[in-house]
C-alpha cells in the first residue's frame, strides 16, 4: 500500500507532499537526480524477473543454491548478478525509462525535494493512502 506523506526537506525546511509505495498494480520509481517519479505495472516487473531468472546460467544459480556457501556470500552473489550488465537493475531501469531531467528512474532511489534536491527528508503524517 502507497501512501502520501506530509514531507519536510531538512536542508531547505520546504514542505510538500511526497507519495512513497506502491499500490497493487505499480511501483514507484524515483529518478536519481531529481525529484521526478513515475509508477511501472507490477506486471511488467513480475515478467522482468521471470525473464532475468530464466537468463541466468544454470552454474551462476547453483553457487548461490549451493549449501556449503554461507547465505551472507550467497545473497552477494545474487545482488551481483543482479547489477552486472544486463542484469535485473538493468531491466528494471529499462521498465522505468529515463527521466526528462536525463536521469535514470531506480526502485531503490531515494525521493528528493522538488526545490533543493536533496535526499534528506523527514516523513509527516499520512495525509492519504492508495492501493
Not at 498494480?25 to 509508477?39: G, K, P, R, S
Not at 513480475?46 to 556470500?73: F, G, L, V
Not at 545474487?78 to 527521466?99: H, I, S, V
Request: proline share 3%; net charge negative.
Amino acid at each position: 500500500m502507497g501512501m502520501v506523506h506530509e514531507t519536510t526537506c531538512n536542508h531547505c525546511d520546504l514542505q510538500f507532499e511526497l507519495a512513497v509505495g506502491g499500490s497493487m498494480l505499480a511501483e514507484m520509481f524515483h529518478c536519481h537526480q531529481c525529484d521526478e517519479a513515475t509508477a511501472v505495472e507490477r506486471d511488467r516487473l513480475r515478467d522482468a524477473h521471470a525473464e532475468h531468472a530464466n537468463a541466468i546460467d544454470a552454474t551462476q544459480c547453483d553457487k548461490t543454491r549451493d549449501s556449503s556457501i554461507d547465505s551472507s556470500m550467497a545473497q552477494q552473489q545474487r545482488a551481483e548478478l543482479a547489477a552486472a550488465p544486463g542484469g535485473f537493475d538493468e531491466r528494471l531501469q529499462q521498465l522505468a525509462g529515463l527521466c526528462p531531467c536525463g536521469g535514470q528512474f531506480g526502485l531503490y532511489a531515494q525521493p528528493r525535494c522538488p526545490a533543493c534536491k536533496s535526499t534528506n527528508l523527514s516523513l509527516g503524517d499520512v495525509t492519504m493512502c492508495f492501493d
